[in-house]
């Protein structure tokens, strides 16, 4: 029985950085979703991680990286709000409480503020998490969107047009018609600004370098997994490389 499942989307099939899901910055030759899905894995609170994807030709090798970890997936074109749903429903049915939407452009992504954001829901019974309106602010590998099951299951019915798309659009513009509660804005960090998001060459670029500079003194015990914090730290220390993509203009957040 499931509590808590993490619904990763990842795809080849990018306009701006094509096969972004399977690129590599690693020095080793980890591909971008490997390296997510291990980040993932370093959680405390043991999720079931789903990957999403679309069922393109270039996606055949997002497809082989699930089969070679043996991750489960789901790929088709429908939108993104009914891939994750129709994921949620095939590999964490009813018994689960808790979702977690990560992406694929998110290589630095903070697992543990979201295991932060998992316990204050636990304790809270709240259908998700917000800061006051100030979420631009923080920096892309500290955002994780987490919703209650019944929380997910009112976007994934109630979501039209565009939201569809963007699964928890529904949800932000629609926050006053949930339980939430307001956090505290995480520390300093998170708040740099420093573009951690995954999605054209110049971002591919900045990350090498991080990966390149950082190994191996800054790796956590799993190979290859920066933490979060010492990376943030060397690009607010180094403002050469995170200038290399700090003028890119964000798609996601």
Request: net charge negative; aromatic share 10%; with cysteine.
């Amino acid at each position: 029985m499931f509590d808590y499942a993490v619904i990763l989307a990842a795809r080849n099939s990018s306009e701006r950085l094509p096969n972004k899901a399977t690129v590599s910055y690693c020095p080793d030759g980890t591909t971008n979703i490997a390296q997510i899905i291990g980040r993932w894995q370093t959680s405390r609170r043991n999720p079931t991680i789903i990957v999403i994807t679309a069922d393109m030709p270039e996606d055949r090798a997002v497809i082989e990286e699930c089969d070679r970890l043996k991750i489960p997936y789901y790929a088709s074109n429908e939108d993104v709000t009914t891939k994750m749903d129709k994921a949620i429903t095939i590999f964490a049915p009813d018994a689960i409480q808790y979702i977690a939407r990560a992406l694929g452009d998110n290589p630095l992504v903070d697992v543990a503020l979201a295991d932060w954001r998992y316990d204050v829901m636990c304790e809270t019974g709240a259908d998700s998490l917000f800061y006051g309106g100030d979420e631009s602010r923080i920096t892309y590998a500290g955002t994780t969107d987490i919703y209650s099951r019944s929380a997910w299951d009112r976007i994934a019915k109630m979501s039209a047009g565009d939201e569809r798309e963007h699964p928890g659009a529904h949800f932000w513009n629609n926050i006053a018609k949930y339980s939430v509660i307001q956090l505290p804005l995480p520390p300093r960090e998170y708040l740099a600004p420093v573009r951690t998001e995954l999605d054209t060459p110049e971002d591919l670029q900045m990350f090498r370098k991080v990966w390149e500079q950082l190994r191996p003194a800054h790796y956590s015990k799993i190979m290859g997994l920066l933490d979060t914090i010492d990376a943030i730290n060397y690009l607010i220390a180094n403002p050469d490389v995170s200038a290399i993509n700090v003028g890119i203009q964000s798609k996601t957040q």
